[in-house]
C-alpha cells in the first residue's frame, strides 16, 4: 500500500551527502518519525541516495525520496515528494524543472507515488533559499497568500514552511495554519528541542527535522527515545 503523507505527524529528513553514522541512525529510529525523506540541495547522485535508501529499509517505516534534481533519481521509495518553490524567483523551480522530469520519465513515471509540494522558503541562509532565489522577505500576509494559491489555486496537498537552519517564528505558522483547510501545513527549520517540536507541532500538521539528526549534542535532546 502506498503510505499517505497526511497521516504524518513527524518526519525526519535525511541528506544522502551527508555521512551518518550508525549510532544517528539508531537515534533515528528510537525517536520513531512516522516517515523517513532523503533530499538535500545537491552534491550527491543516485549512488548515494541509493546507499542511504539500503541503510533505511530495515527501519520498516515509509521512505520517501524528495526530488531536487532528476539526475538523482532513485527508484524504490515508498513516495516521491515534489517540490514547487512557490516563492522563487526563478520559474525553473516552479515549474520548469518539472516540465523537464516529466518530459524525460512520463512513460516510467508512477503518478500515484508523486505527491507535490507547495514550498515557501523563508531563510535568507538556507542553501535552498540561495539555489532558487527564494523571495524570503515576506510579510505574513504574502505568505499566507502562497499558502492559499497552494491550497485554492494548485490544489497542493501540502504547503510546506520552510526555515531550513534556523528556527521560524510559530507566530507565522499560526498565521499560515488559520488560512489553511484541506492542504497540509509542514513545517522545517532549527527544530533542536522536544519543546520546539511540541510548539510547531501544535500549528502545523507535519514537523520535519534534519540537521538535529546530525548534531550530536543537540540532536541528543531532542531524538532521545
Ligand atoms: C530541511 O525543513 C528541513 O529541509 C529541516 O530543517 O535541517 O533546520 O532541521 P532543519
Not at 539526475?71 to 521509495?77: E, Q, R, S, T, V
Not at 517540536?197 to 546530525?214: C, F, H, P, R, S
Amino acid at each position: 500500500m502506498i503510505p499517505a503523507p497526511a497521516d504524518w505527524s513527524r518526519v525526519v529528513k535525511l541528506d544522502p551527502a551527508r555521512s551518518l553514522s550508525r549510532e544517528r541512525l539508531e537515534a533515528v529510529r528510537a525517536w520513531r518519525p512516522d516517515a523517513v525523506v532523503v533530499g538535500g540541495t545537491g552534491g550527491y547522485g543516485a549512488g548515494e541516495v541509493l546507499a542511504l535508501l539500503m541503510r533505511l529499509r530495515h527501519l520498516d517505516l515509509p521512505l520517501a525520496m524528495e526530488i531536487s534534481d532528476q539526475a538523482a533519481l532513485c527508484p524504490g521509495f515508498d513516495l516521491y515528494l515534489v517540490p514547487m518553490v512557490l516563492n522563487s524567483r526563478q520559474t525553473e523551480w516552479i515549474i520548469g524543472r518539472h516540465h523537464a522530469a516529466v518530459k524525460r520519465f512520463a512513460q516510467r513515471a508512477e503518478w500515484e507515488r508523486l505527491v507535490v509540494e507547495g514550498y515557501c522558503i523563508l531563510n535568507p541562509a538556507a542553501s535552498a533559499a540561495e539555489l532558487t532565489q527564494a523571495d524570503t522577505g515576506l510579510l505574513v500576509d504574502d505568505v499566507a497568500a502562497y499558502a492559499r494559491v497552494a491550497e485554492h489555486l494548485l490544489h497542493l496537498p501540502i504547503f510546506y514552511l520552510e526555515y531550513s537552519g534556523a528556527y521560524g517564528p510559530p507566530e507565522m505558522v499560526q498565521a499560515v495554519r488559520r488560512v489553511l483547510g484541506e492542504t497540509r501545513l509542514w513545517y522545517g527549520g532549527g527544530i533542536t528541542s522536544d519543546r520546539q517540536a511540541t510548539e510547531m507541532g501544535a500549528w502545523a500538521d507535519t514537523i520535519v527535522v534534519g540537521n538535529a539528526v546530525y548534531d550530536e549534542e543537540r540532536g541528543d535532546v531532542l531524538l532521545s527515545p
